[in-house]
Nanobody, 126 residues
């Protein structure tokens, strides 16, 4: 069983920055592919960014490329999402997810992820 907890959400003005953190349990955390998704009420949960077990490969949704950076610290069982140049359309609940299947690149499909956090709200005001 893997427990995932997000933190760091809040209210920020457009153009500002915010860093989300994700703490995950599990003795084999360093083997998990990790990702961030987001969801707006009434819409599908969408992939934002993913990172492989070593941190060597990352991928991003086109809408956040160049603005968001995903990283991980396996020694601390932590994953981060640094968000910059935030836009009102980035407003959503952000979820951290763990995929326990070893992969060469993180999947963008939410059904591939085995464990999810409860989400953290990010609101970007215009």
């Amino acid at each position: 069983q893997v427990h995932v907890v997000e933190s760091g959400g809040g209210l920020v003005q457009a153009g500002g920055s915010l860093r989300l953190s994700c703490a995950a349990s599990g003795r084999t955390f360093s083997s998990y592919t990790m990702a961030w998704f987001r969801q707006v009420s009434g819409k599908e949960r969408e992939f934002v960014a993913g990172i492989t077990w070593s941190g060597g490969t990352t991928n991003y949704a086109d809408s956040v490329k160049g603005r968001f950076t995903i990283s991980r610290d396996n020694a601390k069982n932590m994953v981060y999402l640094q968000m910059s140049s935030l836009k009102p359309e980035d407003t959503a609940v952000y979820y951290c997810a763990a995929d326990t299947t070893p992969r060469w690149i993180s999947s963008t499909g939410k059904h591939e992820y085995d464990y999810w956090g409860q989400g953290t709200q990010v609101t970007v005001s215009s």
